[in-house]
């Protein structure tokens, strides 16, 4: 199949939306730590996480290297690969390190009066250097 330069490609327009899709998804990874502490996660997202991002690496890498015959298109594996891995990120990035500890901790009893004293001492303290109010 012969295409001259400025006749209409569906692979060209397959491949046009598969970048935009590409690029969007590396935005949407690098803007992920500021808006992903708004999204709730289950417990333990980041297995889930991490099976996402090794599943997009292990359809990716066999479909960019080699024309592989049990997979569709590259378009489509790559579009796939996107995908799982802006949601095995969200899911890595959004579980905070305590929370993969599987340990509940609450403050302890006297943290609300001793963070009501702090705050209150901060506030009454005199300043070190002088104000240069006399």
Known sequence: MDIWPGEYSPIEEVFAFTLAVGLLVVAAVALSPAYVT???????????????????????????????????????????????????????????????????????????SFELDFWSYTRSRRPLAPSGKR
């Open 38 to 112: 708004r999204v709730k996660l289950p417990r333990h997202s980041t297995a889930i996480g991490t099976a996402f991002v090794a599943a997009a690496l292990l359809l990716a890498g066999p479909a960019a290297l080699w024309q592989v015959t049990l997979l569709p298109s590259r378009n489509e594996v790559f579009l796939v690969s996107f995908v799982l891995l802006l949601l095995g990120t969200l899911l890595i990035v959004g579980t905070g390190p305590e929370d993969d500890h599987g340990e509940d901790e609450e403050e302890p009893p006297w943290w609300p």
